[in-house]
C-alpha cells in the first residue's frame, strides 16, 4: 500500500487547506486512516482518524472544531480540512493507515508527508 498526500502550503493565520491522502494498493475493506502531524523539535502527533465505516476518533486535544477528517471510500481517499489556521499549526502532515483485517491485518503505512506553514 502507498500513500500519496498532497495540499500543504503556506498560508496566512486565519486561512484554510485542504489536504489528500489516497491509498493504492491493496488496502483491506477494514482499515483505518488517519492525519499525523510532526512539528519542529516535537513529537508526531495524532490528529484525527476516520474507519471505512466512517467512523471517526479525533484526540481530546484537537477538538476545537478547526480541523475536520472525511473519506471517500470509492476513492481510498482521505481529506484534512483545517480552518482558521494558526502558527502553531505549522508542522509536516502525514497521512497513515492501518490493515484492521485479512492476512496483512496491523501492517502500518505512512505517506511521505506534505508541508503545512502558516504565517503570523
Known amino acids: 500500500v502507498q500513500l500519496q498526500a498532497s495540499g500543504g502550503g503556506l498560508v496566512q493565520a486565519g486561512g484554510s487547506l485542504r489536504l489528500s491522502c489516497t491509498a493504492s494498493g491493496s488496502l483491506f475493506s477494514e482499515n483505518a486512516m488517519s492525519w499525523y502531524r510532526q512539528a519542529t523539535g516535537k513529537s508526531r502527533e495524532l490528529i484525527a482518524r476516520i474507519k471505512e465505516d466512517g467512523a471517526k476518533e479525533i484526540p481530546r486535544h484537537m477538538r476545537g472544531g478547526r480541523f475536520t477528517i472525511s473519506r471517500d471510500g470509492s476513492k481510498n481517499t482521505i481529506y484534512l480540512h483545517m480552518n482558521n489556521l494558526r502558527p502553531e499549526d505549522t508542522a509536516i502532515y502525514y497521512c497513515?493507515?492501518?490493515?484492521?483485517?485479512?492476512?496483512?491485518?496491523?501492517?502500518?503505512?505512512w505517506g511521505q508527508g506534505t508541508q503545512v506553514t502558516v504565517s503570523s
Open positions: 497513515h493507515a492501518v490493515q484492521l483485517g485479512g492476512k496483512d491485518y496491523g501492517e502500518e503505512y
